[in-house]
């Protein structure tokens, strides 16, 4: 091709995807975006109201009309939309439980319409990954579940009802996170299990993902033996082997964000970006950027330096930017849809989906179990780095808003229950993968032999019944506490 050194400049920042702080683009970004940029991702800290972001995208897009807007709205546990009050969207584990896939329909469609609202070209989401691993510390109720084809169904059926709303969907994390005990924010997670087994178990959502019509697929930071020795955001066999060759896939390939220290750890980012390029990726997502920019313009530079080395091909540069204006060109092209879900308002819908997820043990409790203000107990671990700032309603909350006086305490894995003596009042004991923490564990049995008429409500993925009643929501989310509090409080 030979392009000039300003053309290879330009098509290096077509498949950049960089974040940036605050609520309105930085002098930096715009320079960018009017020097080629492709793409932006938006997280919590950019967000300030559903009017303010769509203020900020269309500052984006005077600077860029055809820049690809992405941003992490998952529903359940990962908003960034709704970072603020917590998502009005069950996530996919209670959807999955409900096992209605026309539920799980509408309910992407209005996330498609809040999306849309925003002006974002680019959701990533779903997560289609097979929950294999109940240890998982960063998938759990993030998943459908752990049946491959309930897993492909409601991840068919949540692509399609985001992508009628005009909104391209992103199935992630390629080619399955599932069956892993590590964070990939955190270490390189591997995923040890045969080819035989990852072809029946992992990949069939991510078939179904392709033929519902997914325009991207995000690869996970994963390493996959049986595929490759390499990280399959630097595998050439994964991304182009396996994703494109084997399963067909043409659409746009995305990284999950290359300062997570599965690959952080291993290459230096513009390292990271030109070997993800070589593998088959078409864009990089990067999370964080310096103040002034710097670290974008460096990507650049090592990506068409690379090209200018023979390190890069410049043809898989140039197919990896089309695929970028490829995705903008569909965007554009779905206006129309837009418009129509603008209009489409489901009402009741979160809520109503999230009450169909809950579940009780002994499943024949007929009675509210709360008819005074009880004593919350949130049993509370830290959230994964993909949950970020969303701060939900807590259930205590919840109850409070139906049962005034309710009283609330949080403990962490450093802390002592409260004094639990007040048997006037009921106990409600709040746990989130109580399975997967000892402490939790720990704590929740002290809390039930001085209060065997205690409560529990698990809002990740259950474990063994526990209490009086135990109440699983399958999802942490503002819509699953309200769902969760009526019912416990006899609004249900």
Request: with cysteine; charged share 25%; proline share 6%.
């Amino acid at each position: 091709m030979g392009l000039s050194g300003g053309e290879l400049d330009r098509m290096a920042m077509a498949v950049l995807q960089p974040g940036f702080e605050g609520t309105e683009p930085p002098a930096w970004l715009r320079r960018a975006l009017g020097e080629g940029l492709g793409g932006v991702v938006l997280f919590a800290r950019n967000v300030a109201g559903l009017d303010g972001t769509a203020a900020l995208v269309a500052e984006l897009r005077r600077e860029r009309p055809d820049v690809v807007v992405a941003v992490d709205e998952e529903g359940g546990a990962v908003t960034r939309l709704e970072a603020a009050r917590g998502s009005s969207w069950p996530g996919n584990l209670a959807l999955g439980v409900a096992g209605d896939e026309s539920l799980t329909r509408r309910v992407a469609r209005q996330i498609g319409r809040m999306v849309a609202a925003a002006g974002v070209t680019l959701d990533y989401a779903p997560v289609v990954d097979v929950n294999a691993d109940p240890r998982n510390p960063v998938i759990g109720v993030r998943s459908f579940g752990s049946d491959p084809e309930e897993v492909g169904r409601h991840g068919a059926a949540w692509i399609e009802g985001l992508q009628s709303a005009g909104v391209a969907a992103c199935a992630k994390h390629f080619p399955g996170h599932g069956d892993t005990v590590t964070d990939s924010h955190l270490a390189l997670p591997a995923v040890r299990a045969s080819r035989e087994v990852i072809e029946r178990r992992d990949l069939p959502p991510f078939r179904a993902a392709i033929a519902a019509g997914v325009r991207a697929v995000m690869c996970g930071h994963l390493l996959v033996p049986a595929v490759d020795e390499l990280p399959a955001t630097l595998s050439r066999a994964v991304l182009t082997g396996l994703l494109r060759q084997e399963m067909g896939f043409e659409g746009l390939v995305v990284t999950d964000a290359i300062e997570m220290r599965a690959v952080a750890a291993l290459h230096e980012p513009g390292e990271i970006a030109v070997r993800a390029l070589a593998a088959g990726a078409d864009a990089i997502c990067v999370g964080v950027s310096s103040a002034r920019g710097e670290s974008v313009y460096a990507l650049r530079d090592a990506i068409s330096g690379a090209v200018r080395e023979g390190r890069l091909a410049e043809e898989r540069l140039a197919e990896a930017a089309g695929r970028v204006r490829d995705l903008a060109a569909w965007y554009d092209a779905q206006a129309g849809a837009r418009a129509a879900v603008a209009r489409d308002a489901d009402e009741g819908l979160g809520l109503a989906a999230a009450t169909a997820a809950l579940r009780a043990a002994p499943a024949e409790q007929a009675t509210a179990p709360l008819t005074k203000a009880p004593l919350v107990v949130h049993l509370a671990a830290r959230p994964s780095q993909a949950v970020g700032r969303a701060t939900p309603l807590k259930l205590g909350q919840a109850i409070e808003e139906i049962l005034p006086g309710t009283v609330t305490a949080e403990v962490d894995d450093d802390g002592r229950l409260p004094d639990l003596s007040e048997t006037g009042r009921p106990l409600v004991i709040a746990v989130h993968d109580a399975a997967r923490h000892a402490w939790m564990r720990r704590l929740l049995d002290e809390a039930l032999r001085a209060r065997p008429d205690a409560v529990v409500v698990e809002t990740g993925v259950p474990g063994p019944p526990a209490g009086r009643l135990y109440l699983a929501t399958h999802g942490s989310s503002t819509a699953s506490a309200r769902a969760a509090a009526r019912w416990l409080t006899g609004g249900v």
